[in-house]
Nanobody, 119 residues
Framework: VQLQAFGGGLVQAGGSLRLSCAAS????????MGWYRQAPGKQRELVAT???????NYADSVKGRFTISRDNAKNTVYLQMHSLKSEDTAVYYC??????????????WGQGTQVTVSS
């Protein structure tokens, strides 16, 4: 099972970016999916999560600016980011809990995609 993230880049403050992350490989069910980020010199932190039924959870710092969504048919999770700030600059990682035959539920991480917001 692999997670591959797309969509990072350089954007001016106040701009928008959309990240996507697709799961591929042999698995049966994707449970919750989410995005985390890690800025230089800081610990990785939660940005947003979404469960299979669609309920979402956001870090206080991104509420009202970021929206997480998922397309279960495409095994893909998205992060729409608006009103970006310099403090949003980080490497963004997607995460998913995936159930596979023989392995049960395992925790998977994407490779990370850089988001840089210039002020």
């Amino acid at each position: 099972v692999q997670l591959q993230a797309f969509g990072g880049g350089l954007v001016q403050a106040g701009g928008s970016l959309r990240l996507s992350c697709a799961a591929s490989g042999r698995f049966r069910v994707i449970d919750d999916m989410g995005w985390y980020r890690q800025a230089p010199g800081k610990q990785r932190e939660l940005v947003a999560t979404i469960i299979t039924g669609g309920n979402t959870n956001y870090a206080d710092s991104v509420k009202g600016r970021f929206t997480i969504s998922r397309d279960n048919a495409k095994n893909t999770v998205y992060l729409q980011m608006h009103s970006l700030k310099s403090e949003d600059t980080a490497v963004y990682y997607c995460n998913a809990h995936i159930w596979s035959y023989g392995l049960g539920t395992s925790d998977y991480w994407g490779q990370g995609t850089q988001v840089t917001v210039s002020s």
